[in-house]
Nanobody, 115 residues
């Protein structure tokens, strides 16, 4: 069953950086919008950032200026560069895309920001 695969999470100190990756071997990502979400323990999943097929990007206010979403179409990968990390950025990060009226999700990658 086709799905997305996230990687790049880990444990980092406050102010540190991580780069998350989202890829799939099942279809081309560049033709659809790809969205990053995150979910902290005990909280609902929240939207973080999106890049649409034309390249436009948008960010949640909580990460604007610190996170950057980008595509590498040759690698069929979408990245989430996270800088100036804060403890409130801790959570499981998921990527999602929609293709042929079906949503695809990854299994998530854990990001923990320690103070």
């Amino acid at each position: 069953q086709a799905q997305l695969v996230e990687s790049g999470g880990g444990l980092v100190q406050v102010g540190g950086s991580l780069r998350l990756s989202c890829t799939t071997s099942s279809f081309v990502l560049s033709t659809n919008a790809v969205t990053w979400y995150r979910q902290a323990p005990g909280k609902e999943r929240e939207w973080v950032a999106v890049v649409v097929s034309g390249g436009a990007r948008n960010y949640a206010d909580s990460v604007k200026g610190r996170f950057a979403i980008s595509r590498d179409n040759e690698k069929n990968t979408v990245f989430l560069e996270m800088n100036s990390l804060k403890p409130e950025d801790t959570g499981t990060y998921y990527c999602q895309t929609r293709r042929l009226n079906r949503d695809y999700w990854g299994q998530g990658t854990q990001v923990t920001v320690s103070s």
